[in-house]
């Protein structure tokens, strides 16, 4: 059987899909025979993603993943309208205030960032893991989008940063607990892909040696296609972690 062609139609939730890598990674699943449920904050860009993939089916539903009650109706939604889910990626999230010192920076901002990508992450995959453990078939995937700072931080980045580690314990705690009902769970890293977020990098950015430098982006399509290959993949294999970034980008090495 070719896992890129399923027989019946598979159902993902991809949050922040109303820009940049969600919009992206949405319209990448519904071209390819997907059904989407777009959340996010703003209906009226949710509605623009699914107007760029005429005749495919998809759901926009004004979400802020920071709020329990909206993340339960969120996927309250998914049940009614599509009976089942077979992948969330969960991927909405926030740079927070850029530039900032670690001894400036605001508490309230910092709590905005940990609810956005780190609380928001968990309540979305919790909500998604009750329900690919109660429906028949049993089982599902969900993908979180980590980021190069998973890995390695850029100077005056520290909630970011933070919540993008944390992610990853929440990635390889969650696969943990998700192998008794065939729920897979990844985590794929992303670096310098080109969205309107990461604008700044062609201009240039603040590098941890004090200068300023542009870095090199790649298409967004890439990395849409990346995450389409690990949700296709049958339930009994999983790609636990994957890092796609722009090839010359500082990460790998001293600069």
Known sequence: MNVSHPT????????????GIGRAVALELLRGGWRVALAG????TLEETAGL???????AVRTDVSDPGAVAALFAAVREHFGRLDLLFNNAGTFGPGGVPVEDLDYAAWRHVVDTNLNGAFLCAQAAFRQMKEQDPQGGRIINNGSISAHAPRPHSVAYTTTKHALTGLTKSLSLDGRPYR???GQIDIGNAATDMTERMQSGILQADGTVAAEPV???A???RTVRHMAELPLDA???SATILATNMPYVGRG
């Open 218 to 220: 790649m298409d967004v």
């Open 222 to 224: 890439d990395v849409a």
């Open 238 to 240: 999983n790609i636990q």
């Open 8 to 19: 019946a139609p598979r159902t993902a939730v991809v949050t922040g899909a109303g820009s």
């Open 41 to 44: 904050r703003r209906v009226e």
């Open 53 to 59: 993939a005429p005749g495919t089916e998809s759901l």
């Open 183 to 185: 729920i897979a769970v």
